[in-house]
């Protein structure tokens, strides 16, 4: 709710941003225990984050961009300032889909090995960042009784909304009422997502690429469902977004989860 953890000088720290760096350090973390699970060099997979990171933060924001491209084209060094929030989900997975998929052609490894070590990573990374959005006041929801909402939703009880502060993005287009603190409800079903990867990625029934598979079928589903309480969701039309690309997410990962299970790439 208050965007800066501290400040020294003209030096800001922010939870926004203080979270991808918790993200990318507990993801490699995470990818350098599963390396060496698969018997491969941790130094690897280290390299490997990186350019997944790196991918899917500029996929993110370039994303969020084009969707709000009329705001952006008249405030060009807007673009710049990932600070104020402006990063979509949807493509960060892309870029660092295709951040990990180019890295595994140029190392001679097998992408879909790649994608099943990152994907408990990454939802994990998915948590973080909505903590980082709630103290932001930015991927907020709708008042408690908005219209907007569908009449089955309007029925929360009050000390499950969140007032945030008037400067707040949320602040300041809804005032000080209390709002669907829609970044925790997916917070909380990304930590469960992450406890479920986890315990999966050790299974012989998936095959190579299954639990990309899977977690691709159980963001799409988490977002598919927060949607609905967003505010601030990009549309595609009459559409909102995420439901467009959850249904891609969702075709994608049944794919990938469909194919026969094979034995597992090893270190080249």
């Known amino acids: 709710m208050y965007p800066e953890l501290?400040?020294?000088?003209?030096?800001?720290?922010?939870y926004y941003g203080l979270m991808y760096v918790i993200a990318l350090l507990l993801g490699i973390l995470l990818l350098r225990l599963e390396a060496r699970r698969r018997g491969l060099p941790p130094e690897r997979v280290v390299d490997a984050a990186f350019c997944a990171f790196v991918a899917g933060f500029v996929g993110g924001r370039l994303y969020y961009v084009v969707f709000k491209w009329g705001y952006y084209s008249a405030n060009p060094l807007k673009i710049l300032a990932i600070w104020e929030?402006?990063?979509?989900?949807?493509?960060?997975?892309?870029?660092?889909?295709?951040?990990?998929?180019?890295?595994?052609?140029?190392?001679?490894?097998?992408?879909?090995?790649?994608?099943?070590m990152a994907a408990p990573a990454l939802v994990l990374g998915h948590a973080l960042g909505r903590f980082g959005n709630f103290m932001n006041g930015d991927a907020h929801g709708y008042p408690l009784r908005s219209p907007q909402l569908p009449e089955w939703l309007r029925g929360f009880p009050e000390w499950m909304g969140v007032v945030f502060p008037a400067s707040s993005i949320?602040?300041?287009?809804?005032?000080?009422?209390?709002?669907?603190?829609?970044?925790?409800?997916?917070?909380?079903?990304?930590?469960?997502?992450?406890?479920?990867?986890?315990?999966?990625?050790?299974?012989?029934?998936?095959?190579?690429?299954?639990?990309a598979g899977a977690y691709l079928i159980?963001?799409?589903?988490?977002?598919?469902?927060?949607?609905?309480?967003?505010?601030?969701?990009?549309?595609?039309?009459?559409?909102?977004?995420?439901?467009?690309?959850?249904?891609?997410?969702?075709?994608?990962?049944?794919?990938?989860?469909?194919?026969?299970?094979?034995?597992?790439a090893a270190a080249s």
């Not at 501290?6 to 922010?14: I, Y």
């Not at 402006?86 to 190392?107: P, T």
């Not at 009459?238 to 997410?249: A, G």
């Open 6 to 14: 501290f400040r020294l000088g003209p030096f800001v720290v922010r």
């Open 85 to 116: 929030g402006g990063m979509a989900i949807h493509g960060g997975i892309v870029g660092g889909m295709l951040g990990l998929w180019l890295y595994a052609r140029s190392q001679g490894l097998s992408v879909r090995m790649l994608w099943d």
């Open 170 to 211: 949320a602040g300041r287009e809804f005032g000080q009422v209390p709002l669907h603190p829609v970044m925790l409800y997916e917070l909380v079903l990304n930590l469960a997502g992450f406890v479920l990867l986890w315990n999966l990625r050790k299974s012989d029934r998936l095959p190579e690429g299954g639990l």
């Open 218 to 264: 159980f963001y799409a589903c988490v977002r598919s469902f927060t949607s609905l309480f967003r505010a601030d969701d990009l549309y595609l039309g009459p559409l909102r977004t995420p439901h467009v690309v959850s249904i891609v997410m969702l075709a994608a990962g049944l794919y990938l989860l469909g194919r026969k299970p094979g034995r597992r």
